[in-house]
């Protein structure tokens, strides 16, 4: 299965300031996903990170406050934008490399404190 | 509302003992995962299952997926503090969509 490297591993954010998180993959996958996992909480999909296009943004989400880069197969970007201390989340990247079903291989996420 | 409600939320028990996490929903899934989750980590697959009613092994575990492919469950036998973390069921809804929908999640403690 796929590698995927996630930077940064954690970070503690300031009120107001935006944070870039950074997703490479090890090798060319078509479906790339970012999740958010608030504390003590599962999974949320924030958007799915399209190769070439903008990305498709869940119901509660938008692009102002989540922009999703997707140059290549192999990476993807997810800023979060004006954050605030809601925004205190782990930040997941995963790709999807199943043909009869869905099988998500994951990153080890990004742990976002604001404070 | 979530679509996949898991139960028990938490649960701590003795390293033998055996124990039983359950996944419902009212809708119907093309298939459906489970996934476990240590600190500091993204979730790992355990088990995809795809046909209702199927059974499928993982050494000490055991995931069925029901009849109707409406909720599944993991039993696990004679427990481990190595099981302990999130464990997480996700369901497809679609054949070919590749979104999944993940549960609540129960956090499972071994305690040796």
């Known amino acids: 299965s796929a590698v995927i490297s996630q930077k940064p591993s954690r970070d503690i954010c300031q009120r107001g300031t935006s944070l870039t998180i950074q997703c490479q993959v090890d090798s060319q996958v078509t479906m790339m996903f970012w999740y958010r996992q608030q504390p003590g909480q599962s999974l949320t999909l924030i958007a799915t990170a399209n190769q070439g296009s903008e990305a498709t943004y869940e119901s509660g989400f938008v692009i102002d406050k989540f922009p999703i880069s997707r140059p290549n197969l192999t990476f993807s970007t997810l800023t979060v934008s004006n954050m605030s201390p809601e925004d205190s989340s782990i930040y997941l990247c995963?790709?999807?490399?199943?043909?009869?079903?869905?099988?998500?291989?994951f990153g080890a996420g990004s742990r976002l404190t604001v404070l | 509302t979530q679509l996949l409600e898991q139960s028990p939320q938490f649960l701590s028990i003795q390293e033998g003992e055996n124990l039983t996490v359950y996944c419902n929903s009212s809708s119907v899934f093309s298939s459906l995962q489970w996934y476990r989750q240590e600190p500091g980590e993204g979730p790992v697959l355990l088990v995809t299952v795809v046909t209702g009613g199927e059974v499928k092994k993982l050494k000490r575990l055991t995931f069925q997926f029901g009849d109707a492919r409406k909720d599944s469950s993991l039993h696990i036998t004679a427990a481990q503090p190595g099981d302990t973390g999130l464990y997480l069921c996700a369901g497809a809804l679609g054949f070919g969509n590749e979104k999944l929908t993940f549960g609540t999640g129960t956090r499972l403690t071994i305690i040796p």
């Open positions: 995963s790709v999807s490399q199943g043909r009869s079903a869905n099988v998500l291989t």
